[in-house]
């Protein structure tokens, strides 16, 4: 693999040193070999403590090494129209929106009443809207230290594939879009979700992410809102049952980013990023555990609500606590091995947990149509043996 040595904060390349440095992007090809490209530039200082403050017009050098063996540097050019899709999946984190889509939509199942699928398929279409335009603020916002870190340097806007603006362009139009959809075809509940949700991660959790540790919780908060809105979408309020779900979703982030975030504490730090796992990993840790042990409470609400049968208590438990067993070795010993653990640990936990709500609820609503059914008749049976003893 290849190192990319970029100025770090507190001095910021100009927005026109910006697109020259970011105006290539690595492909494959035959040749291989070193590069070195330097660049003149001005540099603005953000701190005026700074005794070694470049000045206007010094040189800096951003080295490429390490080269693979089969890989070059190439200019990018324009985008072509038909590569605007692959372009508008990759500003949006299409996986992580699918991800999000599919959190919204087990909201909605989980949700009393009969589901439409009209209803369904506008809360799929206006929750993909808003996550893609949220994720596009994101990359619009972070960009200069996208490009300094090795899982986003590979970003549309980091390679330059597609000018600011046109990002911009793109993420008022899919936010627009989705809160409008939601308000007309769901219901403005729905619709007030998604816009808090654009809100709160483009405008309140990127800010924080390079100021405080508490970003981790806001990004939490964002997570949590998602299968809210597939339950306001089915019942246009949110019921116990909705606040549970999202605490689940909630507390299912912690262990699932800090063990992330632990394995690219070097990335995020280079980045300049205050996260838990680079200024306190044992707190980053710890958090982890925590927030895996309220899984088994928030889980056994279901059962007291009436939403699942008691069989959830004991399902949700054994799925619980492999997690909570991988997050208690990543306390114990904080290494690479353990939070990789814990993080494919969390990706199997999600689905599964969800699922089984889902089965679950099923068998639980099957029960009491049955019992319901059964007292019907009951009282049918009554009436007829009173009128049969009238007469």
């Known amino acids: 693999m290849f190192s990319l040595r970029c100025v770090r904060t507190p001095f ?17 090809g035959n040749l291989g070999g070193s590069l070195e490209l330097t660049l003149t530039s001005r540099f603005q200082s953000t701190s005026s403590s700074q005794s070694s403050e470049p000045k206007a017009g010094s040189e800096r050098r951003i080295s490429v090494a390490s080269m693979d ?3 070059r540097w190439r200019i990018q050019s324009t985008t072509p129209l038909k590569g605007l899709g692959k372009v508008y999946g990759d500003l949006s984190k299409d996986k992580l929106t699918a991800f999000v889509v599919l959190t919204a939509m087990a909201g909605y199942a989980v ?3 009969a589901a439409q699928v009209g209803t369904l398929l506008w809360t799929a279409a206006g929750t993909t809207l808003c996550s893609a335009s949220a994720n596009s603020f994101n990359q619009w916002i972070e960009v200069p230290y996208d490009a300094q870190m090795s899982r986003t340097r590979n970003r549309p806007l ?7 603006l046109h990002a911009l362009s793109f993420g008022v139009g899919a936010g627009a879009l989705g809160i409008t959809s939601l308000y007309v075809f769901v219901n403005p509940l729905t619709a007030a979700l998604g816009a808090a949700n654009i809100v709160l991660y483009a405008g309140v959790y990127t800010a924080m992410k390079r100021r405080t540790i508490a970003n981790t919780w806001v990004g939490s908060l964002v997570g949590a809102i998602p299968p809210l809105m597939g339950w306001a979408a089915a019942t246009g309020s949110l019921g116990p049952g909705a606040w549970v779900l999202g605490g689940i979703m909630f507390a299912w982030q912690f262990p699932h980013f800090n063990s992330l975030a632990y394995t690219l504490r070097a990335d995020y730090s ?3 990023y205050r996260m838990m796992s680079v200024t306190r990993p044992r707190l980053n840790a710890r958090v982890a555990l925590r927030y895996s042990l309220l899984m088994f409470p928030l889980s056994a609400m279901y059962c007291v609500l009436g939403v699942t049968d008691v069989w959830f208590l004991l399902d949700s438990s054994v799925v619980n606590g492999f997690m909570a067993y991988c997050a208690w070795q990543f306390w114990r010993r904080p290494e690479g091995k353990q939070s990789r653990r814990l993080f494919f640990s969390s990706l199997v936990h999600l689905p599964v947990l969800l699922t089984l709500i889902m089965v679950h609820k099923f068998v639980q609503d099957r029960r009491c149509a049955g019992q319901v059914q059964q007292d019907g008749t009951a009282d049918d049976r009554k009436k007829e043996k009173e009128r049969v003893n009238v007469g």
């Open 111 to 113: 949700a009393p009443g």
């Open 158 to 164: 980091a390679r330059y594939v597609i000018s600011p």
């Open 12 to 28: 910021q390349l100009t927005q026109r040193s910006y697109r020259l440095a970011h105006a290539a992007k690595w492909t494959h």
């Open 270 to 272: 280079k980045a300049g």
């Open 69 to 71: 063996e089969g890989k």
